[in-house]
């Protein structure tokens, strides 16, 4: 049965096609109405057969380094073919894909039926009504059929496959039986005793039926697993047997169709799982195959051996022909083409059209991709490895094979080796590429080679691209750009292209300086340095000050942003669910308003606050109006960015319209927000502690405190001891010290600006706390002020470290839950919540889209 989440994926087993090929689990030779093996005496390390030319063998067990012989006819002279033993099981990618696609499926059919609940009902009600009316005769015969038919189907395939010799398929369905059956009865037993009741009362209809059927489960499950939809009639069979029992179902009242779509979800999932857990029979050809396919193709081999496998995992073998020529076979296995799919998807969701890969390409179209490529590269005089034959090797393999070239990887060569001729001589292929319009699209060490004479050849063509337009032609010199740089620099990396490259396509490669638009292995390299980019980038603008480059944007959204979404959803769900739970007319009349006005000028002085804060950690006189400006501004821009971030680029940004340079401006804002930091954390344990010690008459630190610290300390220890850990953190708090300590030496040389630093920092916090205090109190509630301050202080850290903008939802949640675990009614601490973000989220959101407006005008962001 094919799952319905994933219809394009094209896999054909050979050794289990409906034809009648028998497949043997011994581990004998196998003979097969297209070709005819013999085994003869050998070495322990070698396996000999004679193959007919009429087609492929299947691969036989052998000792773990085999060499096989393939012979197109009795007078040919015996080819040794030197490869590891092949596995007799794989598994597939395929199956992994089919198995995450169901659970998917599985999990929208759900939340679709939870969201539409009456729909699915009215769904029900017809369901029932149409069976209802069957003629009484029908129903019984159908009764009787159902239970012998869903039975006597999967027992007879199995019959049928034990009498050729294929019980091995059999005993997988089996255990895939065996397995849906434990796994329907588990699920149901779950949902029974301790499901969601509305999930349950949609799987049973309020009757008492299983929510899962376990019959139905164990038989999708095993007919999945032995893949009887590859065989037409046996499929068809199989469907009318399924149809007719769950029309017993529906007849007698013992499943809804919920469950039933359920049901068969749940076993296609099993069976799925089953079959990539076990794996399947290895159908791809051995070596002794790809002989035969060179011989139709009119070489004449005399010896062969597999080398290792190229940068897509295709197998690779070196051949020798009676004439002493050399050719590089690649050979493609069709189930492989699915291997990397999801990260592939995930590209193609992310980049925009032009950039992005099919996700899944057929063997057939795989092969004539590459031999496409390789003979428009051939024609633009491009130094690559001729290719002189393709092939289809059966239905589950084809072959490319081309002239050897004896060349060296420039990822093997020393970086004393890689001169300014050598570079210069790598531009001059990519030019010849991109005067043809053709992109390579994996310009890195492994796919340029250099020859014994020292020119410079271009290898695997299979990613390229005919016909290729501007955009693509400039990802090709922005990547050979980034991985030369790695090697040499980015400054000789810059001038070689310069020599070659035109500067105007240099110019077009600079927007395209982006992580996101190189290969997965030179990300990989240029995370770990990251002055590399910026450092092509300023070459590059050195060499073409003039040229005017538009950006361009190759993702479509970033994770952090989908990240961001989801959150927000999740967010504005918990508010929702929040304010359902407050009568808004009784808080509104109940409340004590006089309070509400204290709240409101303690969030203005926040205000205030946090401007003090920012003068006194930059040394440079700054007005305290526009300061204040730029404090209400980034209000503004807390809608659509977190909390911690939003903060950070407005002051820089502030910071640098003042004339103050970007190094400096960053230095300012990091600086106070490590005091900030600081002063957050101490004033967090000096209010617990005044918590703790306020009800007891000995000045010893609460329980929780002690907890909290103890804590503490150890994840400390355990990020010392692991050095892994231990040079993360160095690494991100090296750059931050390293500017932010310089700046706070030059604010020490200035009491004053200390003095207002500080006073600033303690009054932002004291402000909050007293706005949070005050809502409390205006909803009739009664806390400590200490109590009050720990609330705010630990929840305005989660906000902080939330995604959301301005910290949304996860200030609400954390708030409310600190309050009401305080000791103040849910209903009042809610409201007292809301209203707190109110006048500290929501209401300074216009003024501070005024002050952004009115600073952008007089050029102070």
């Known amino acids: 049965m094919q799952t319905p989440a994933v219809t394009d994926i094209r896999e054909r087993d050979e050794a289990e096609e409906a034809a009648g090929a028998d497949i043997s689990v011994a581990d004998s030779p196998v003979t097969s109405e297209n070709s005819q093996t013999r085994q003869v005496p050998a070495s322990p390390a070698t396996f000999t057969s004679r193959t007919d030319v009429k087609g492929p063998r299947p691969a036989a067990p052998a000792a773990p380094d085999r060499a096989d012989t393939a012979e197109a ?19 597939r990618p395929s199956d992994a894909l089919r198995f995450l696609a169901t659970l998917l499926a599985l999990a929208a059919v759900i939340l679709l039926a939870l969201v539409a609940k009456q729909t699915l009902n009215g769904l029900e009600a017809d369901v029932s009504d149409g ?53 329907s009865f588990v699920l149901g037993e779950w949902l029974a005793v301790a499901g969601p009741g509305d999930l349950r009362l949609l799987l049973t209809g309020g009757r008492q039926v299983e929510p899962l059927n376990t019959l139905l489960t164990s038989v999708v499950a095993y007919v999945t697993a032995v893949r009887i939809s590859r065989r037409p009639t046996w499929r068809t069979m199989m469907w009318m047997a399924i149809a007719l029992d769950v029309f017993a179902l529906f007849t007698g009242a013992d499943a809804t169709a919920l469950g039933v779509f359920v049901t068969y979800l749940v076993g296609l999932a099993v069976g799925y799982a089953t079959l990539y857990a076990l794996g399947s029979p290895n159908t791809r050809p051995p070596g002794s195959t790809v002989i035969a396919a060179l011989r139709r193709l009119g070489f004449v081999p005399v010896k062969a051996r597999r080398v290792s496998d190229d940068a897509q995992g295709s197998r690779r073998y070196a051949v020798t022909m009676s004439d002493e020529r050399r050719l590089d076979v690649t050979v493609l296995d069709r189930d492989r083409q699915v291997a990397g799919v999801i990260y592939r998807l995930w590209r193609r969701i992310r980049l925009n059209s032009e950039t992005r890969r ?23 005089r491009v130094n690559t490895p001729r290719l002189v034959g393709t092939s289809e090797i059966g239905t589950d393999a084809a072959l490319l094979a081309y002239e050897h ?25 990519v030019e010849l590429l991109q005067a043809q319009r053709l992109a390579h699209r994996h310009l890195t060490g492994d796919s340029i080679h250099v020859g014994t004479d020292g020119d410079v050849v271009l290898m695997d063509a299979r990613s390229g691209e005919i016909a290729a337009g ?12 980034t991985y030369l740089a790695l090697r040499v620099g980015a400054e000789r990396s810059v001038t070689c292209a310069s020599k070659v490259i035109p500067k105007r396509a240099l110019a077009g490669a600079l927007p395209l300086l982006q992580r996101i638009a190189l290969t997965r292995d030179t990300r990989a390299e240029v995370s770990k340095d990251k002055e590399l980019l910026p450092a092509l980038r300023e070459h590059i603008v050195a060499l073409t000050p003039q040229v005017q480059v538009e950006e361009v944007r190759l993702e479509r959204f970033q994770p952090r942003t989908l990240l961001t979404i989801i959150a927000s959803a999740l967010a504005a769900y918990f508010l929702l669910s929040q304010l359902s739970r407050v009568n808004l007319g009784e808080v509104v009349t109940s409340a004590r308003w006089g309070w509400g006005g204290v709240a409101l000028v303690a969030a203005g002085i926040s205000y205030v606050a946090a401007a003090m804060m920012l003068r006194g950690f930059v040394p440079e006189k700054l007005p305290l109006g526009r300061t204040v400006l730029a404090q209400f501004a980034g209000s503004f821009v807390k809608l659509v960015a ?16 003042r004339g103050i340079s970007p190094g400096l401006a960053v230095a300012s804002v990091g600086a106070s927000q490590l005091v900030g930091l600081s002063s957050h954390i101490l004033l967090l344990l000096f209010f617990g502690y005044i918590t703790g010690t306020k009800a007891a008459p000995s000045v010893s630190p609460s329980r929780g405190l002690v907890i909290a610290l103890l804590s503490a300390a150890v994840l400390v220890l355990i990020v010392l001891a692991v050095p892994q850990l231990r040079r993360l953190i160095t690494a991100r708090l090296r750059p931050l010290f390293s500017g932010v300590m310089p700046r706070l030496l030059d604010v020490l040389q200035s ?16 402000a909050f706390v007293v706005c949070l205090d005050a809502c409390v109190r205006a909803f009739g509630g009664s806390l ?78």
């Open 73 to 91: 006819t009795a007078s040919d002279p015996v080819v040794l073919v030197v490869e590891p033993l092949l596995p007799q099981r794989i598994r």
């Open 131 to 183: 069976t209802s009316r069957a003629p009484d005769l029908l129903i019984v015969v159908a009764s009787f059929l159902a239970g012998t038919a869903v039975l006597a189907v999967p027992a007879a395939f199995a019959v049928e496959r034990v009498f050729h010799r294929d019980g091995l398929r059999v005993a997988e369905g089996l255990i895939a039986a065996i397995v849906g059956m434990l796994v």
């Open 358 to 380: 099919r996700a899944i390409r057929s063997l057939r179209a795989e092969l004539e991709r590459e031999a496409l490529m390789a003979y428009a590269a051939q024609a633009a």
């Open 405 to 429: 070239l004896d060349t060296r990887a420039l990822e093997d060569l020393p970086d004393e080796e890689l001169d300014d001729e050598l570079l210069i001589r790598i531009w001059r292929q």
């Open 470 to 481: 501007d955009l693509l032609l400039r990802l090709d010199v922005a990547q050979l750009l």
């Open 642 to 657: 977190p909390a911690a971030v939003s903060g950070v680029a407005i002051n820089s940004r502030y910071l640098q319209k």
């Open 751 to 766: 009491p004053r600006k200390i003095v207002e630093g500080l006073s600033g920092t303690l009054l932002l916090t004291l």
């Open 784 to 861: 400590s002020f200490t109590a009050v301050a720990v609330v705010f202080l630990a929840g305005n850290a989660i906000g902080s470290a939330a995604p959301t903008p301005g910290g949304l939802g996860a200030v609400e949640a954390s708030l409310s839950l600190g309050l009401t675990l305080s000791g103040l009614p849910s209903t009042v601490a809610t409201s007292a919540v809301l209203l707190f973000r109110l006048l500290t989220f929501w209401l300074p959101v216009l003024p501070g889209w005024a002050s952004f407006a009115w600073l952008q005008r007089h050029n102070g962001l």
